[in-house]
């Protein structure tokens, strides 16, 4: 089965930048090209929100309201990884962020649209 390890956050201040990895490996019956991606995020009280996804060829994408304008998502298949890229941070920006694959079928801002999920990576964004 695929894996997906996300990588890049850390602690900033308001007004930074980061760059969050989401790398795919192991075994799967369909090339990593082949599927959407998507970001979603969550903090210790909140319920688990999207941020961000992108379709398999790269040419469409998906943000949260809350995001647009600061944060791009994109993906370089032939390293079999998404990105996030996060500028203008908040501090309510603060949240566990996971990466997932989208399954086939399913609106792209639903955690139900999505099969496999990455552990995360902590963001931290302080005043």
């Known amino acids: 089965q695929v894996q997906l390890v996300e990588s890049g956050g850390g602690l900033v201040q308001a007004g930074g930048s980061l760059r969050l990895s989401c790398a795919a490996s192991?075994?799967?019956?369909?090339?990593?090209?082949?599927?959407?991606m998507g970001w979603f995020r969550r903090a210790p009280e909140k319920e688990r929100e999207f941020v961000a996804a992108i379709r398999w060829s790269g040419s469409t994408t998906y943000y949260a309201d809350s995001v647009k304008g600061r944060f791009t998502i994109s993906r370089d298949n032939a390293k079999n990884t998404v990105y996030l890229q996060m500028d203008s941070l908040k501090p309510e920006d603060t949240a566990v962020y996971h990466c997932?694959?989208?399954?086939?079928?399913?609106?792209?801002?639903?955690?139900?649209?999505?099969?496999?999920w990455g552990q995360g990576t902590q963001v931290t964004v302080s005043s």
């Open positions: 192991g075994r799967t019956g369909r090339t990593f090209s082949s599927y959407g």
């Open positions: 997932a694959r989208r399954a086939d079928s399913g609106d792209y801002y639903f955690p139900s649209s999505y099969d496999i």
